[in-house]
């Protein structure tokens, strides 16, 4: 197996995350986004999972794809709904596959519900149960949240799960998406004093839409948006809103365009910041579109194209 964790030692990896497409339509597309990707030699590409355990089947075609193009494919994978033999089952599926990276989540919990309906109510019961029963046949990632999960009491609360998690035996850390950098640097401290000396993987979604941006950023993780961002956001205001499904803003395209392209420009600052603090890792959200990811890798000098 090529552990990515070892390889974190020695250089800054470059990465991707796609998620299984619900359409016909999109799976037929896939392939070609991943060899455009590919290009870009990445270390690996991790394909989500989908809430509540959806789209598994998908989620596999996905990796067998990746495999076929060259590289690393690395599975979400979460206990929402999962019993222990059920997980058991479905990795040593994975496993059968050839795919033996996995990120270890919790997931979302269900709508409606109050615990994750399955055996494991924590990603730490997770990560410890594939060591157990699979012993180093995975290698495993977690995720990490500089800004503390939006479920966890505290940050403080939250890093010391994520020390229990590289107690239990994970390998690596996939962060969140975090903006605020000052708050990133203080995680980065503070989860060394704690003992984690797990590899940094840093997660980055590429900024090209209002309404997205706002979306992952409030509904999903509840992030700081920093100054800078927030008037990007204003100076390309789309009227009424950004998520009105007809907006009657004259210059809607322009806007549009404009945002985007400040937008790139804005993540390429980003990670110019993320590689001058060490990390090991830039794990870039690809969305399932390359056109954008590839101007951002090629503006950054992430690869030099030899």
Known sequence: MTKLSEMMKEKQLLSFELFPPKTDKGMENLPGTIEKLCEFKPEYISCTYGAGGGNVGRNREVCQEIIK???IPVTHFTVIKNTKEGIKEQLQTYLDEGVDHMLALRGDIPRGETTTCGDFNYA?????????????K?????AGSPEGHIACRSLESDIAVLKQKQDNGADYIMTQLCWDMEQFKYWLDAIDKAGVT???DVGIMPILDQAATINMALSRNGCVMPRELSRLISKYWIFPNPFDKEPFDDALEQKKADFKKAGIEYTIKQIDEYRALGINGIHLYALNKWKDVAEIINASGMRTMI
């Open 138 to 142: 995975f290698e495993i990632a977690v």
């Open 69 to 71: 193009a060259g590289t």
């Open 198 to 200: 797990m590899p940094i």
């Open 124 to 136: 730490t019961d997770l990560v410890a149960f594939v060591r157990k029963e699979f012993g180093d």
